[in-house]
Structure formats: C-alpha cells, structure tokens
C-alpha cells in the first residue's frame, strides 16, 4: 500500500508511506509478516513484524511482534519493541472469552520502561453487526508512574 502516512491528518509534504503484507494461511495456522516505511520532513519510521495464528476445537491463539525504529531528522534514533498475545474461547456461538497480554518497550535505550497490559473478559454477538464486550484491565506501567490502575470496561460497538 502507498498513503499519505500522515495517519489521518491533512497532506503536508510529498513523502509518502510503504506497507507490505504478506501471509500464509491454512485452515488451523496462519503467519506472515509486514513491514512499513513512512519518510516524512522530521524523519524516518521503520516498522518490521511477525504474526501468527493457531486454531484447535474451540481455542483460537494469535500473536505479534513488531520492531520499531524512529529516526528523527536531527538526534539519535528511537528503538521501540511491541508484542501482542491473545488467546479466545468459544463458549457458545455468539459468545467468546478472551485473554489479550500486550507489551510495549518504547524506548530500548532505557532499561526498565516497558509497559504491560492485561485483559480478561467476553465478547457477546448477539445479532449480526453488534458486539457487547466486558473486560478487566490490569495496567502495568513504569515504577514511578501513577497510571497502572486496574479497570473495567464496557464496550458496544456497531459495525455497518
């Protein structure tokens, strides 16, 4: 894909945003990997990753792992690391326990930075094009940081 890259905002610059995408798929796996470079006029952005799937009886399993690489028009580089877990459990057609870990390192220079996310919970379909979803989210953050409070939320999305 080529875009602005500019993630929704007005066209400033020339530059333009690359992604690839590239996956295999069988009936119970799937993995692949993609990458996306955005050159802008205060920089560069590199991403690389790898995903994957595994499905048996009523367990779906998916993960990510992606490399981030900032380079600004002046200053060092910014090296981030992201990754992603989920594990879901169909209890019943319409009806999914789900368990997600999400990890992120933004800055790899700084040791003991990285951020953690935890949630538990359902997911309910209840007619086609709506979701119902209820979730506990235990947040770690940084030791001195005051925003790794654990919480709740309720969620209704609408698809058309």
Partial sequence: ALSNGTQGAGESNSEK???????LVFPRVRFG????????P????????????????????????????????????LRQLAAYLEGDFLVRRGLNLKTTYGFLDPNRA????????VRFGLEAFPVPF??????????????QATTDLD??????????
């Fill in 130 to 143: 709506l979701q119902l979803s209820a979730f506990y989210v235990l947040l770690q953050d940084i030791p």
């Fill in 151 to 160: 919480q709740v939320h309720i969620e209704l999305h609408a698809y058309f």
């Fill in 17 to 23: 945003q690359l992604t690839a995408s590239a996956a």
């Fill in 33 to 40: 990997a993609s990458a996306a470079r955005n050159d802008a």
């Fill in 110 to 117: 700084i040791g003991e930075n990285a951020r953690i996310r």
């Fill in 42 to 77: 205060n920089g560069r952005r590199d991403v690389v990753g790898g995903f994957g799937g595994l499905s048996v009886g009523r367990f779906t399993f998916l993960g990510e792992l992606d490399a981030i690489r900032d380079s600004p028009s002046a200053g060092p580089d």
